[in-house]
């Protein structure tokens, strides 16, 4: 058989000679006298391809026919008119309203053959190209799923160890998911103040992929006190190596020191900065080398500059999204109407003054990139939350008494309750500070998904290779979350100290099968791995490698990752 052709004419005879002939063409015919009876099939069989006639007894076949398009959606059902007429003007209505093509009456059969075969061809075509798109649109949620997730981590990682904010105010906003501008502030050892502000080469995903290293080796180097310049070409080394050619961080430095007396200022490619000082004058900072990664070292004599401060000055670092911004009419905002708008404000006013007048003049108008704005006031409120340890390193204090917390649940309730939030309150409640919440949150979240989704529900983690799959898998997740009625996850948190350091010790455990870590009683583990992915439609659900991806991010959150048992208990201890 074809499919199904609808054949609607008043007449019972051309009718019944048409459903014959397509009948032996192997269609399947349904049939219709009018045009309420047609729309009534055309809902109930969804043709494949119409037969109407022009004039109907109730409507006239172009009504029916434009009736017929907006039922049909998406899908393309071609529709062939059967008409006596012969006036152009009769023949450019039938195509306004949605005909594909005509047969005159009486039908000759061999055309009929014909445009059966042709109209067959265009809609096989149209066919191909809507699963084409459909294919495509998978595939792009799936991409901007995935993406807003590596994005929450990527700014996670980044953005959320950042200290002193408030009292500094910063403002970025991305052209795209990704952000390619970046903004990190850390405590040196002597209580300082380091901020570094960034812009990468372009924007989206490939402009941020450089931000993790380098907000990494800045932390990193400014806690084991590090000179600003030391940070900064430790920074240039890794990203030359790192990025590929063409791609360069355009970056601004400041080390404030405690007393607030001086700082060292950098300026390697961004727009001036500008310290605004509260006797109503203002330095501006240029671009003093090239940006970092562009050379493997710096040019020799460049270093950062030494700058007096007052109480109250206010520095203002901005990327070139914010100069380059433009309106509606394709106006760029420009350096002269930045600097008109510091004129009319003190430095306190600085930072809210631009991002209004900013704001007000793209008045909504996309922008190609990504914009930047950081006001850092020369404060002592700046440094309030730093304290220095044995260590030399800025830290917050730790609970004084061991605690632990559990929580258990079962069947529905694995449904109906995130215990992720629930953890994240008990945290603060012990007095966990907001950084380390941040990252305590990945490392539970991760474990939690692993137990519920390849544990509880024994999901198959291959089927989100494809763009079909990807969908498949969170419908099934879904579905089988809805039937669930067995089964449970158990979450504790322990906290004790350990050398004068606090340590949280977070185990979660499930009902699974487990899968074999190479670390238990089982001694083949590619056959274990086989033997765990079992009645998972020939595919694996674990493979090493698979298993290996989330463990090397939480390894880099935690001192200590393992799995226990058979592979359904997990274990992470995390140092404050």
Same mark, same amino acid.
């Given at each position: 058989?074809?499919?199904?052709?609808?054949?609607?004419?008043?007449?019972?005879?051309?009718?019944?000679?048409?459903?014959?002939?397509?009948?032996?063409?192997?269609?399947?015919? %349904?049939?219709?006298?009018?045009?309420?009876?047609?729309?009534?099939?055309?809902?109930?069989?969804?043709?494949?391809?119409?037969?109407?006639?022009?004039?109907?007894?109730?409507?006239?076949?172009?009504?029916?026919?434009?009736?017929?398009?907006?039922?049909?959606?998406?899908?393309?059902?071609?529709?062939?008119?059967?008409?006596?007429?012969?006036?152009?003007?009769?023949?450019?209505?039938?195509?306004?309203?949605?005909?594909? $093509?005509?047969?005159?009456?009486?039908?000759?059969?061999?055309?009929?053959?014909?445009?059966?075969?042709?109209?067959?061809?265009?809609?096989?075509? #149209?066919?191909?190209?809507?699963?084409?798109?459909?294919?495509?649109?998978?595939?792009?949620?799936?991409?901007?799923?995935?993406?807003?997730?590596?994005?929450?981590?990527?700014?996670?990682?980044?953005?959320?160890?950042?200290?002193?904010?408030?009292?500094?105010?910063?403002?970025?906003?991305?052209?795209?998911?990704?952000?390619?501008?970046?903004?990190?502030?850390? #405590?040196?050892?002597?209580?300082?103040?380091?901020?570094?502000?960034?812009?990468?080469?372009?924007?989206?995903?490939?402009?941020?992929?450089?931000?993790?290293?380098?907000?990494?080796?800045?932390?990193?180097?400014?806690?084991?006190?590090?000179?600003?310049?030391?940070?900064?070409?430790?920074?240039?080394?890794?990203?030359?190596?790192?990025?590929?050619?063409?791609?360069?961080?355009?970056?601004?430095?400041?080390?404030?020191?405690?007393?607030?007396?001086?700082?060292?200022?950098?300026?390697?490619?961004?727009? $001036?900065?500008?310290?605004?000082?509260?006797?109503?004058?203002?330095?501006?900072?240029?671009?003093?080398?090239?940006?970092?990664?562009?050379?493997?070292?710096?040019?020799?004599?460049?270093?950062?500059?030494?700058?007096?401060?007052?109480?109250?000055?206010?520095?203002?670092?901005?990327?070139?999204?914010?100069?380059?911004?433009?309106?509606?009419?394709?106006?760029?905002?420009?350096?002269?109407?930045?600097?008109?708008?510091?004129?009319?404000?003190?430095?306190?006013?600085?930072?809210?003054?631009?991002?209004?007048?900013?704001?007000?003049?793209?008045?909504?108008?996309?922008?190609?990139?990504?914009?930047?704005?950081?006001?850092?006031?020369?404060?002592?409120?700046?440094?309030?939350?730093?304290?220095?340890?044995?260590?030399?390193?800025?830290?917050?204090?730790?609970?004084?008494?061991?605690?632990?917390?559990?929580?258990?649940?079962?069947?529905?309730?694995?449904?109906?309750?995130?215990?992720?939030?629930? %953890?994240?309150?008990?945290?603060?409640?012990?007095?966990?500070?907001?950084?380390?919440?941040?990252?305590?949150?990945?490392?539970?979240?991760?474990?939690?998904?692993?137990?519920?989704?390849?544990?509880?529900?024994?999901?198959?983690?291959?089927?989100?290779?494809?763009?079909?799959?990807?969908?498949?898998? #969170?419908?099934?997740?879904?579905?089988?979350?809805?039937?669930?009625?067995?089964?449970?996850?158990?979450?504790?948190?322990?906290?004790?100290?350990?050398?004068?350091?606090?340590?949280?010790?977070?185990?979660?455990?499930?009902?699974?099968?487990?899968?074999?870590?190479?670390?238990?009683?089982?001694?083949?583990?590619?056959?274990?791995?086989?033997?765990?992915?079992?009645?998972?439609?020939?595919?694996?659900?674990?493979?090493?490698?698979?298993?290996?991806?989330?463990?090397?991010?939480?390894?880099?959150?935690?001192?200590?990752?393992?799995?226990?048992?058979?592979?359904?208990?997990?274990?992470?201890?995390?140092?404050?």
């Amino acid at each position: 058989m074809r499919n199904t052709a609808l054949v609607v004419d008043d007449e019972s005879t051309g009718r019944l000679i048409l459903k014959a002939r397509l009948e032996r063409e192997h269609y399947r015919v %349904v049939t219709a006298a009018d045009g309420k009876e047609a729309l009534e099939q055309f809902a109930l069989e969804a043709p494949d391809i119409v037969f109407l006639d022009v004039i109907l007894p109730d409507f006239y076949g172009y009504e029916v026919a434009r009736a017929m398009k907006r039922s049909a959606g998406e899908r393309f059902v071609p529709i062939i008119f059967l008409t006596g007429l012969s006036e152009e003007e009769a023949l450019a209505e039938c195509v306004a309203a949605g005909g594909d $093509d005509f047969l005159s009456k009486p039908v000759n059969f061999s055309i009929l053959k014909s445009k059966i075969a042709a109209i067959e061809r265009i809609r096989d075509l #149209y066919e191909s190209g809507r699963l084409q798109r459909a294919e495509l649109a998978d595939l792009h949620a799936r991409m901007q799923y995935e993406q807003q997730i590596a994005e929450r981590i990527l700014s996670g990682a980044v953005m959320a160890r950042n200290v002193a904010s408030p009292p500094i105010q910063s403002w970025l906003k991305s052209a795209s998911t990704f952000n390619g501008d970046l903004f990190i502030s850390a #405590y040196t050892p002597a209580g300082g103040l380091s901020v570094l502000m960034g812009d990468f080469t372009g924007h989206g995903l490939a402009a941020a992929l450089g931000a993790l290293p380098a907000a990494e080796t800045f932390r990193t180097m400014t806690a084991k006190g590090f000179s600003l310049s030391e940070v900064l070409a430790e920074i240039n080394l890794s990203l030359h190596r790192l990025l590929p050619t063409g791609m360069f961080l355009a970056a601004a430095a400041l080390r404030i020191e405690a007393d607030l007396q001086t700082a060292m200022v950098w300026n390697s490619g961004l727009p $001036d900065l500008y310290l605004c000082r509260t006797d109503g004058s203002r330095r501006q900072i240029a671009s003093q080398h090239p940006p970092l990664a562009a050379l493997a070292g710096f040019i020799p004599g460049c270093e950062p500059e030494l700058l007096l401060l007052a109480s109250g000055d206010v520095f203002l670092l901005c990327s070139d999204g914010v100069t380059e911004a433009c309106n509606a009419a394709g106006e760029p905002f420009g350096e002269e109407r930045l600097e008109g708008v510091l004129d009319a404000c003190s430095p306190s006013e600085a930072f809210n003054s631009v991002r209004a007048t900013l704001t007000d003049f793209v008045a909504g108008t996309e922008q190609q990139d990504d914009i930047s704005l950081v006001a850092i006031p020369c404060e002592k409120a700046l440094f309030a939350c730093a304290r220095i340890d044995d260590d030399g390193q800025a830290v917050c204090e730790l609970p004084a008494n061991a605690w632990n917390w559990s929580l258990r649940l079962e069947g529905a309730n694995l449904a109906r309750i995130d215990p992720v939030p629930l %953890v994240m309150g008990q945290l603060t409640a012990f007095g966990i500070s907001a950084h380390h919440r941040q990252q305590l949150y990945v490392v539970v979240t991760e474990l939690f998904n692993n137990a519920l989704e390849h544990g509880v529900l024994s999901l198959n983690a291959c089927l989100k290779n494809t763009a079909e799959g990807f969908m498949d898998y #969170y419908l099934l997740r879904q579905q089988k979350l809805d039937e669930l009625v067995e089964g449970f996850v158990d979450v504790r948190l322990d906290y004790r100290k350990e050398d004068g350091r606090g340590v949280i010790r977070v185990l979660i455990e499930d009902s699974g099968r487990g899968f074999c870590h190479g670390v238990c009683a089982r001694c083949d583990v590619l056959q274990t791995l086989n033997e765990a992915n079992q009645g998972a439609g020939g595919l694996m659900s674990l493979s090493l490698e698979q298993a290996g991806r989330g463990l090397k991010l939480l390894r880099t959150l935690c001192r200590k990752v393992r799995y226990l048992g058979i592979g359904n208990r997990a274990e992470a201890e995390y140092e404050l």
